[in-house]
T-cell receptor, first 116, second 115 residues
Framework: EAGVTQFPSHSVIEKGQTVTLRCDPI?????LYWYRRVMGKEIKFLLH????????ESGMPNNRFLAERTGGTYSTLKVQPAELEDSGVYFC??????????????FGAGTRLSVL | GQQVMQIPQYQHVQEGEDFTTYCNSS?????IQWYKQRPGGHPVFLIQ?????EVKKQKRLTFQFGEAKKNSSLHITATQTTDVGTYFC???????????????FGTGTRLQVTL
């Protein structure tokens, strides 16, 4: 079974540009989460989808960030326009709705975003 | 909002020594999960603790959840170089039992093990 996959693995952009990150969750996982780890700090929650609906977007820093999950499969996180403080590693995680792995979040390898 | 702190931030041990990281939440948790992140890697789920006072073991790793469900610890006996990485606790808020919800991650403890 494939794990959570994220693309790209690394993105280097200039301040003011737009970047779109993609996450493919584990097949069948209704729950999809985005997290971010800024250099040396803790992993912080951004938002949570249940299928195609946003369940909790309390962690989204501002309106420059837009997340979508059309069709309830893969998700994208767009940053427009990017600022220097957006640099960090963006992780996606997914979890199943039912046992035996209910609510265990499986993380992707992350996208390292560098804004210059 | 909920805050989860971990101590120490960093620990360097010699192989064979024991290691413990402590996790403290500002609020009661419904459950707590532990993750390990190798250098350059991503968080990998280790275990979930749900009940007050629960203790679980995985080989050389012992996990504990406090009676008040506000703190937790991870103890590694006789560390090996393969234990190197950052260990994060992550809590789920009260009322989250049985439902999917975000994790609030601790600040992490970076473990370095040398021969």
């Amino acid at each position: 079974e494939a794990g959570v996959t994220q693309f790209p693995s690394h993105s280097v952009i200039e301040k003011g540009q737009t970047v779109t990150l993609r996450c493919d969750p584990i097949s069948g996982h209704d729950n999809l989460y985005w997290y971010r780890r800024v250099m040396g700090k803790e992993i912080k929650f951004l938002l949570h989808f249940v299928k195609e609906s946003k369940q909790d977007e309390s962690g989204m820093p501002n309106n420059r960030f837009l997340a979508e999950r059309t069709g309830g499969t893969y998700s994208t996180l767009k940053v427009q326009p990017a600022e220097l403080e957006d640099s960090g590693v963006y992780f996606c995680a997914s979890s199943a709705h039912s046992r035996p792995t209910k609510n265990i979040q499986y993380f992707g390898a992350g996208t390292r975003l560098s804004v210059l | 909002g909920q805050q989860v702190m971990q101590i120490p931030q960093y620990q360097h041990v010699q192989e064979g020594e024991d290691f413990t990281t402590y996790c403290n939440s500002s609020t009661t948790l419904s459950n707590i999960q532990w993750y390990k992140q190798r250098p350059g890697g991503h968080p990998v789920f280790l275990i979930q603790l749900v009940k007050s006072g629960e203790v679980k073991k995985q080989k050389r790793l012992t996990f504990q959840f406090g009676e008040a469900k506000k703190n937790s610890s991870l103890h590694i006996t006789a560390t090996q170089t393969t234990d190197v990485g950052t260990y994060f606790c992550a809590g789920r808020p009260p009322g989250a039992t049985g439902t999917a919800s975000k994790l609030t991650f601790g600040t992490g403890t970076r473990l370095q093990v040398t021969l």
